[in-house]
């Protein structure tokens, strides 16, 4: 089955810095691959995603890169702000149909103000 | 983005007793939902595959007698933990499948077992 790793676990940047995050993925079936911002206490919140079709995605101040070939894909926010401080989630599936995702381990991001 | 509503957000009971949470998407219809199970600083558990107007399956070492769910429409799925107890305290967090197959979270519910 899928395995997905996320790396790192903890991650800490000044304000305005840009932060990544990196996931591997094992299954060359998947996908789709989301990504979840979770607050304190709250249910992960979808701000992301990317399909296999596509290399790159951007939203705003938030990116995503996907590489097929070395199935690994990455999260990128610039100009980080303190409200972008959270747990993020990178996930795996395959679209079609009822398909479970598969999580990451997930990676605390603190930003200083 | 799709709006999944899940209640209570916390609850708290006695051992022994029945624990009913509920997960409904609002705007959308979903033949299917998730449910999971977090523990404390770690990433998201799934313990079952709710399908509407069918029975529920369940991920590997999910109790199902433990876990029941309902999914007796299109817009609601309904976990209850059956007579818990205190290492079933855990924030529970449900998902619901949209057509092409994106997953929106409820907010998650607290249970604390004493």
């Known amino acids: 089955g899928e395995n997905v790793e996320q790396h790192p676990s903890t991650l800490s940047v000044q304000e305005g810095d840009s932060a990544v995050i990196k996931c591997t993925y094992s299954d060359s079936a998947s996908n789709y691959f989301p990504w979840y911002k979770q607050e304190l206490g709250k249910g992960p919140q979808l701000i992301i995603d990317i399909r296999s079709n596509v290399g790159e995605k951007k939203d705003q101040r938030i990116a995503v890169t996907l590489n097929k070939t070395a199935k690994h894909f990455s999260l990128h926010i610039t100009e980080t702000q303190p409200e972008d401080s959270a747990v993020y989630f990178c996930a795996a599936s395959i679209i079609q149909g009822a398909q479970k995702l598969v999580f990451g381990q997930g990676t605390r991001l603190t930003i200083n103000p | 983005g799709a709006v999944v509503s899940q209640h209570p957000s916390w609850v708290i009971c006695k051992s022994g007793t029945s624990v009913k949470i509920e997960c409904r998407s609002l705007?959308?219809?979903?033949?299917?939902m998730f449910w999971y199970r977090q523990f404390p600083k770690q990433s998201l558990m799934l313990m079952a595959t709710?399908?509407?107007?069918?029975?529920?399956?369940?991920e590997q070492g999910v109790e199902k007698d433990k876990f029941l769910i309902n999914h007796a429409s299109l817009t609601l799925s309904t976990l209850t933990v059956t007579s818990a107890h205190p290492e079933d305290s855990s924030f529970y967090i449900c998902?619901?499948?949209?057509?092409?197959?994106?997953?929106?979270f409820g907010a998650g519910t607290r249970l604390s077992v004493l």
């Open positions: 709710s399908n509407e107007g069918s029975k529920a399956t369940y």
């Open positions: 998902s619901a499948q949209t057509s092409p197959g994106i997953q929106y």
């Open positions: 705007d959308f219809q979903a033949t299917t």
